[in-house]
Nanobody, 124 residues
Framework: VQLQASGGGLVQAGGSLRLSCAAS????????MGWFRQAPGKDREFVAA????????VYADSVKGRFTISRDNAKNTVYLQMNSLKPEDTAVYYC??????????????????WGQGTLVTVSS
């Protein structure tokens, strides 16, 4: 499966953005989908993940209550709605996919497929 992330940009603190991740090559409903982010000089960190059927979702504590992950399997697309953005949310955001929901879903090495990343910059 190939993943294409989009929707990043520059936004003021308190603002919102919606990221999209379009999957091609194989139906996205076959995959657990995740969002990760990487700030300059930092390791890639987990943001959110969603089960294949979209029923189960998990979030990093740092984004819980502000970000929402969702998917539209008919469109082979996963979304990350980001509200109440903070400067510390600034990072390159990556979508990832894997056929299996692992217990350590927050480990980047558990995902076999990655998009190219989209930059989110939150100004104070």
């Amino acid at each position: 499966v190939q993943l294409q992330a989009s929707g990043g940009g520059l936004v003021q603190a308190g603002g919102s953005l919606r990221l999209s991740c379009a999957a091609s090559g194989r139906t996205s409903s076959s995959y657990v989908m995740g969002w990760f982010r990487q700030a300059p000089g930092k390791d890639r960190e987990f943001v959110a993940a969603i089960a294949r059927n979209g029923v189960s979702t998990v979030y990093a504590d740092s984004v819980k209550g502000r970000f929402t992950i969702s998917r539209d399997n008919a469109k082979n697309t996963v979304y990350l709605q980001m509200n109440s953005l903070k400067p510390e949310d600034t990072a390159v955001y990556y979508c990832a996919a894997d056929p299996i929901w692992y217990s350590d879903y927050d480990d980047p090495s558990r995902y076999d497929y990655w998009g190219q990343g989209t930059l989110v910059t939150v100004s104070s």
